[in-house]
């Protein structure tokens, strides 16, 4: 019963110390800054704006549920656990209630890494607010495996620009018979990369073969003799993916 009171403390503790801010929502983090902003808004109005003193409570609802919620689950977890009994199921209620009340304790722990290097001469970043609230909007707007995969997503578009500059097209203006080495070379080599090291990641994908298409492949004339000159490449570091290459020179500009 004591640990479930202490339990019971650090939430509602946790509750009040940690006031979340949205990047979008200013009007909000200036009510939250102004606890008495709705009943001056009360005084100044005396006819009673409800719909006003409404939007306040939303916007308190939409920042606080997170932690009622896991006020809620801990609450609920602990009494259950306090009225069966049993260290099997205790330990399997800790267990679930933690994995459901993490994502609220990561703010506080990021807090607490952040405070316990501030004193050792490190002063705060300019943009400390303003990338916590980012932190904020993305948990919001996508679940932790829609991060990675966005992310994943981002980091291969990042890869074709690096992989075809537009310096490419400059030197096929000027150089025909070098670009052409350089362009196969740069292809194949990105063909292996999405065949082996993203074959997680769909190649066929519409911004993928199109960022392939804008970069390079529109450029080309006659891409059916490009890709027989990839494909029938010798060297031994270059491993063309005859599906990836196909698809990217030939099926990509039809669609165009």
């Known amino acids: 019963m004591i640990s479930f009171k202490i339990s019971l403390f650090l939430i509602i503790a946790t ?23 709705v009943s001056q808004v009360s005084i100044q109005n005396p006819t009673g704006d409800s ?70 001469g490190n002063t705060p970043g300019q943009m400390e607010s303003a990338f916590g609230k980012q932190w904020l909007q993305t948990q919001g707007t996508f679940s ?38 350089l362009i196969s070379d740069k292809l194949i080599e990105l063909s292996q990369i999405f065949g082996e090291h993203l074959e997680d990641l769909p190649y066929d994908h519409p911004q993928i073969s199109r960022a392939v298409f804008n970069a390079i492949v529109q450029h080309l004339e006659d891409r059916e003799s490009w890709l027989q000159h990839m494909l029938q ?6 491993k063309p993916n005859k599906k990836i290459l196909t698809f990217w020179l030939l099926q990509v500009g039809l669609t165009q």
Not at 16 to 37: N, R, T, V, W, Y
Not at 150 to 156: K, P, S
Not at 159 to 169: A, C, F, H
Request: proline share 6%; with cysteine; hydrophobic share 40%.
């Open 15 to 37: 509750f009040f110390m940690c006031q979340i801010s949205f990047a979008q929502d200013p009007e909000c983090e200036k009510f939250l800054d102004a606890p008495g902003k």
């Open 144 to 181: 932790l495996n829609a991060q990675m995969s966005r992310n994943l997503h981002i980091e291969a578009l990042q890869l074709i620009q690096n992989y075809l500059p537009p310096g490419l097209i400059v030197l096929l203006q000027e150089n025909p018979e070098l670009a052409q080495k």
């Open 51 to 120: 719909s006003s003193q409404g939007l306040h409570l939303k916007h308190f609802w939409d920042q606080k549920r997170g932690y009622v919620i896991t006020l809620a689950t801990w609450s609920g977890g602990m009494f259950l656990a306090s009225q069966l009994g049993g260290d099997t199921l205790s330990f399997l209620l800790g267990c679930a209630v933690a994995i459901l009340g993490s994502p609220i304790l990561e703010q506080v722990t990021s807090r607490f890494r952040h405070l316990a290097f501030y004193p050792h």
């Open 233 to 238: 490449t010798e060297e031994p570091h270059l």
